[in-house]
C-alpha cells in the first residue's frame, strides 16, 4: 500500500477560484472584501507570515490592510486599533498576528475582535459556537483540515475513531470540536503528545491528526493500515544535501507512515497552503454576510 497524497497546494488553488468568482460578484454590489491584520513588533517569523497573508488577500482579489505596531506598544494601544477596525463598516475580517509580545495579554486582545469579523477564529464567541455545533468562524488549519478531507472525499467519518496528538487551542481541540459535530460523526479522542505509550492511542485511529512540532514523531509502528494521516507539523533539520543546510519536515514520519496509510498529507505542501486560503475564505464570507448574499 502507498498511500493517496492529500494535495493541499491543488485543493488551495481551485477554492482561490472560486474565492475570486465570489469577489468578482461582491463587486458588482459596490463591496470589496477588506481583510485587517494586527503585528506587533519584529519577529522575523511573524513579518513573513504576514505579508504572505497580505500577498494572498490581494491575489483573490481582497483589500490588505496591515497595521505594524513596535514592540514595546501598550495593551491599550493595541485595544484601540481593535476597537477601530470593529466600527469600520468597510472592513470584513480582523486577524492579530500571533504570538504577541509578553507584556501582551493575548486572551484580552483577540476576545476585543467583534466575532463576526473574527476569521482566525479566537473570539470566545466563536470557540464556543464550534463546540455547540452552531455555524462560527474557527480557527484557519482546523477548516483548512475539514475543507481538505472533504475536497479529497474522506469526509464521510461517522462513528470511525479519529485520534488528535494534539491538545492546543489551535489545532486540537477545535479539530475535536469540528469532528464531533453531528454532519461529521467522528469518535474522538484527544492526546497529549507526552502521554505514556501513545502508540496505544494512535494505533487505533482511522483518521490520525497530529499537531506537536516534533520532527518525525510518528512512526510507522505507531498506526494501523488504512490510516488517514493529517500532519500540521512544521519542523527544520539539518539536511548536509539541501541547498540551505536545512530541510522542512512534519510530525509525522511521511515515507514510513505511507506505505501503511490510505491518505496522508505531506510537509511542506499539505495544510500550510490551506491555512492561509481559509483565513481569506473567512473573510469573503463575512464580505457576503455583510450585503446579505449569506
Not at 473573510?283 to 449569506?294: D, I, K, P
Request: glycine content about 8%; proline content about 6%.
Amino acid at each position: 500500500m502507498s498511500g493517496k497524497i492529500l494535495d493541499g497546494r491543488q485543493i488551495s488553488n481551485e477554492i482561490r477560484q472560486e474565492l475570486r468568482d465570489r469577489v468578482k460578484a461582491l463587486a458588482s454590489s459596490g463591496v470589496v472584501p477588506i481583510l485587517s491584520g494586527i503585528l506587533v513588533g519584529e519577529d522575523p517569523g511573524s513579518a513573513s507570515y504576514v505579508r504572505l497573508k497580505e500577498k494572498a488577500a490581494e491575489d483573490v482579489g481582497l483589500r490588505a490592510e496591515m497595521h505594524r505596531l513596535p514592540t514595546d506598544c501598550p495593551q491599550e494601544t493595541i485595544l484601540r486599533h481593535v476597537d477601530e477596525l470593529n466600527d469600520r463598516a468597510d472592513i470584513h475580517g480582523i486577524f492579530v498576528q500571533l504570538p504577541l509580545p509578553p507584556h501582551i495579554n493575548e486572551d484580552s486582545v483577540l476576545a476585543r475582535v467583534a466575532p463576526e469579523k473574527d476569521v482566525d477564529g479566537f473570539h470566545p464567541v466563536n470557540v464556543g459556537r464550534a463546540w455547540l455545533g452552531q455555524e462560527s468562524f474557527v480557527p484557519a488549519t482546523p477548516a483548512g483540515i475539514m475543507e481538505l478531507l472533504k475536497r479529497t472525499g474522506y469526509s464521510d467519518l461517522r462513528r470511525r475513531h479519529a485520534v488528535i496528538v494534539s491538545a492546543d487551542n489551535l489545532v486540537g481541540k477545535p479539530v475535536a470540536a469540528l469532528l464531533l459535530q453531528d454532519a461529521v460523526g467522528a469518535n474522538v479522542t484527544i492526546c497529549h503528545p507526552d502521554s505514556p505509550d501513545i502508540g496505544e492511542w494512535t494505533r487505533r485511529a482511522d483518521l490520525l491528526v497530529v499537531s506537536v512540532n516534533q520532527p518525525r514523531f510518528i512512526t510507522a509502528d505507531m498506526v494501523k493500515a488504512g490510516v488517514i494521516a493529517v500532519d500540521f507539523g512544521s519542523n527544520y533539520i539539518s539536511d548536509s544535501s539541501a541547498t540551505q543546510g536545512y530541510r522542512l519536515v512534519g510530525d509525522i514520519d511521511f515515507e514510513s507512515v505511507r506505505a501503511k496509510a490510505e491518505a496522508i498529507t505531506p510537509v511542506p505542501g499539505g495544510l500550510g497552503p490551506m491555512t492561509v486560503t481559509m483565513l481569506l475564505a473567512h473573510t469573503v464570507l463575512s464580505a457576503e454576510r455583510s450585503c446579505g448574499r449569506r
